[in-house]
């Protein structure tokens, strides 16, 4: 997925916190001139160095985008469809009929990825176009944990997983699915026809 870009309001926030932010080193105490234990050596050294400053810089300057998939880069910013727009109109209002379908529900992260791959790569092979994929949206959990707990883990796999090879060379778009075939549990896989 590609990064989202930084809102007005969070680089205000960001500048604020900059301002107040301290350096981690500081330059080492000045030696008290008038202790008669400082030896000669210490008073005769040069005052350190002060710090350089760091360059001025804004959030995300550096930050690459790059899609995952035609049609999934954000969750809130679809990109253009690379299918035909009257299919891809008919595909988000839920006219088409998936051919084929897998429900991932209850399955591992390592047992759901397998049988992604080899459902998609059947499919492909049997010359179908559109395939249902349902993850699910995943359970509302508090984690006791001190580490928060992503909800919906093959929800935010699966658009991953169908960018990787060997998936990447056979989906051709990978939109959320209509409400009566599992709205944001589930996704639209349209594959690309074989050679």
């Known amino acids: 997925m590609s990064r989202r870009r ?3 309001d969070e680089l205000d926030l960001w500048r604020q916190v900059a301002r107040t932010a301290e350096p981690l080193m500081r330059p080492p105490a000045k030696a008290d001139l008038t202790d008669s234990f400082t030896p000669k050596a210490a008073l005769s050294q040069p ?3 002060k710090p350089l400053p760091l360059p001025a810089f804004k959030v995300g300057e ?4 790059r899609d995952t998939l035609p049609g999934l880069t954000d969750y809130h910013t679809p990109a253009p469809p690379t299918m035909d727009r009257k299919a891809f109109g008919k595909l988000k209002r839920g006219k088409m009929k998936p051919e084929a379908r897998i429900d991932l529900h ?3 992260v390592d047992r759901a990825h397998n049988a992604l791959n080899g459902f998609v790569m059947r499919a492909h092979g049997q010359g179908k176009r559109l395939i249902l994929v349902i993850t699910g949206k995943g359970k509302r959990t508090d984690g006791d944990g001190p580490i928060p707990v992503r909800q919906g883990v093959l929800r935010h796999n699966v658009p991953h997983w169908l960018s990787l090879p060997p998936l990447s060379q056979m989906v051709m778009q990978v939109s959320k699915a209509h409400g009566k075939h599992g709205g944001g549990g589930a996704y639209y896989v349209y594959l690309r026809r074989p050679r």
């Open 6 to 8: 930084v809102r007005p």
């Open 47 to 49: 005052a350190p160095k």
């Open 106 to 108: 209850g399955m591992t």
């Open 62 to 65: 550096r930050a690459q985008t």
